[in-house]
């Protein structure tokens, strides 16, 4: 008898050199941006989210900041890894981070369920993760065409689940496919859990 695997679900995985160094200075930017930036604040107020997000304000990040642009240079590096390892041909085309934004998640935040269109790939990068702080939860892309399909056991293998949470720590960089479905539970820390999402697109 012989089962193969079609099809797998990529999660990239790493971690930035220098992420000890660069911490204090992200999140002294990450939360003097927070603070001042107005548009960003009213768009949460309007949309009920509980802490900062740069997402519908701000889109020049990395030319706001230097350690912005030092940290796109790390993600352009592992953004091409995980684009060998998908064995992506991109035909004279090159992966460039089209947007880049900032989350500050304060207790009790949460990030519903949702995909990133008009990308190839998405990811975060970890400033900050205080203890009990939210992990992300990643969705099998299947889902809605399981239809009949009986209920998972209780002890299931990894690459079985229909939900796979990783809890990432700070200075970690977690990439996948645009199209993978994912969410933040509701965060339980005290502390404010600090992190940076970013898209790439092929030009």
């Given amino acids: 008898m012989r089962i193969d695997t079609l099809f797998p679900t990529r999660l990239y995985r790493g971690s930035l050199i220098g992420a000890r160094r660069l911490k204090p200075e992200l999140v002294k930017t990450c939360l ?10 009213r768009w949460c107020e309007e949309n009920g989210y509980l802490g ?15 350690v912005f642009a030092e940290l796109v240079r790390h993600l352009d590096s592992h953004a091409k890894h995980f684009a060998q390892a998908l064995e992506w041909d991109l035909q004279g085309k090159r992966l ?6 900032i989350n500050v998640m304060e207790q009790g935040s949460v990030h519903t369920g ?3 269109p008009h990308s190839a790939i998405s990811g975060t990068y970890y400033v900050a993760v205080p203890h009990g702080a939210s992990a992300i939860r990643f969705e099998d892309p299947r889902l809605t065409m399981m239809m009949a399909a009986p209920t998972k056991r209780t002890a299931v293998r990894r690459e079985n689940l ?12 977690l990439m996948w496919e645009s199209w993978l479905r994912h969410e933040v539970p509701p ?4 502390g404010n859990r600090i992190s940076l999402s970013f898209n790439y697109t092929a030009y």
Avoid: C, K, M
């Avoid at 003097?32 to 604040?41: F, K, L, P, V, W």
């Avoid at 229909?162 to 960089?173: N, R």
């Avoid at 965060?187 to 005290?190: M, P």
């Fill in 52 to 66: 900062y997000t740069s997402y519908a304000s701000l889109n020049d990040l990395p030319s706001r900041a230097s």
């Fill in 187 to 190: 965060n339980h820390a005290r």
């Fill in 96 to 101: 460039t981070l089209d947007s880049l934004w």
């Fill in 114 to 116: 949702h995909i990133h």
């Fill in 162 to 173: 229909t939900f796979v949470t990783v809890t990432p720590s700070a200075g970690a960089i």
């Fill in 32 to 41: 003097a941006i927070a603070r001042e930036d107005i548009a960003g604040q």
